[in-house]
């Protein structure tokens, strides 16, 4: 069941981006603020992979590193290709890598390869927290693809106060309400105290103001 306090506040936030005349789509965000924890003990870091029950409300780009069978499956279904031949350009060519690495939400990789991935690239995928997702050569795709698109990546790393995405604001109030619910419980499930290591959570769209939820 919905937060009433989360609706109100996405209903207002939704008014309020009524009045900007913006030509792309606004996304709904979050800002999280915890307390009374210290992030610089791995352990209490933040770091979540979310399917969101009503998905982003607008496309992500998915890479996938694989060959064969897998590469031949992934046609239509992922936005980038990279083949194992490739791995190697990509590592003597930095700044294009990290250009990809920005452009794209989520990298899924054949697990034969992660090795090689992780030795090569890794150090421009790890402290962005993209390494792939490995899965084995007979996958189906089909369904890790559709997941991975309604998902979201939420990562404290050693700072208290930190975002994410909740959806867009061209969503419904109760999807949006309901996105952001589900991200508050993992919050709070991941924490060691709950929601007594929350300081404050504020919702957003993005060029708009912010409400508490918490």
């Given at each position: 069941?919905?937060?009433?306090?989360?609706?109100?506040?996405?209903?207002?936030?939704?008014?309020?981006?009524?009045?900007?005349?913006?030509?792309?789509?606004?996304?709904?965000?979050?800002?999280?603020?915890?307390k009374?924890?210290?992030?610089?003990?791995?352990?209490?870091?933040?770091?979540?992979?979310?399917i969101?029950?009503?998905?982003?409300?607008?496309?992500?780009?998915i890479?996938?590193?694989?060959?064969?069978?897998?590469?031949?499956?992934?046609?239509?279904?992922?936005?980038?290709?990279?083949?194992?031949?490739?791995?190697?350009?990509?590592?003597?060519?930095?700044?294009?890598?990290?250009?990809?690495?920005?452009?794209?939400?989520?990298f899924?990789?054949?697990?034969?390869?992660?090795?090689?991935?992780?030795?090569?690239?890794?150090?421009?995928?790890?402290?962005?927290?993209?390494?792939?997702?490995p899965?084995?050569?007979?996958?189906?795709?089909?369904?890790?693809?559709?997941?991975?698109r309604?998902?979201?990546k939420?990562?404290?790393?050693?700072?208290?106060?930190?975002?994410?995405?909740?959806?867009?604001?061209?969503?419904?109030?109760?999807?949006?309400?309901?996105?952001?619910?589900?991200i508050?419980?993992?919050?709070?499930?991941?924490?060691?105290?709950?929601?007594?290591n929350?300081?404050?959570?504020?919702?957003?769209?993005t060029?708009?103001?912010?409400?508490?939820?918490?």
């Open positions: 069941m919905t937060d009433k306090k989360t609706t109100e506040a996405v209903v207002k936030i939704l008014e309020e981006s009524k009045k900007i005349d913006r030509k792309f789509k606004q996304n709904i965000d979050l800002v999280i603020n915890l009374n924890i210290d992030l610089n003990i791995p352990k209490n870091r933040i770091d979540e992979e979310i969101l029950p009503h998905g982003r409300g607008k496309d992500v780009k890479a996938l590193f694989a060959s064969g069978e897998l590469a031949v499956k992934s046609k239509k279904l992922v936005d980038l290709l990279i083949k194992p031949e490739e791995i190697g350009d990509l590592s003597k060519d930095k700044k294009k890598f990290k250009k990809i690495a920005e452009d794209f939400e989520f899924i990789a054949e697990a034969p390869l992660m090795p090689t991935i992780g030795k090569t690239l890794g150090t421009v995928l790890g402290p962005r927290g993209k390494m792939p997702k899965v084995p050569p007979n996958a189906d795709l089909t369904s890790i693809v559709k997941n991975l309604k998902s979201i939420l990562r404290s790393k050693s700072n208290k106060t930190f975002h994410t995405v909740a959806g867009s604001a061209e969503m419904s109030k109760d999807h949006i309400a309901d996105n952001v619910d589900t508050i419980r993992r919050i709070e499930a991941a924490l060691e105290k709950g929601r007594m929350i300081g404050s959570i504020y919702v957003k769209t060029m708009g103001p912010s409400e508490r939820i918490i």
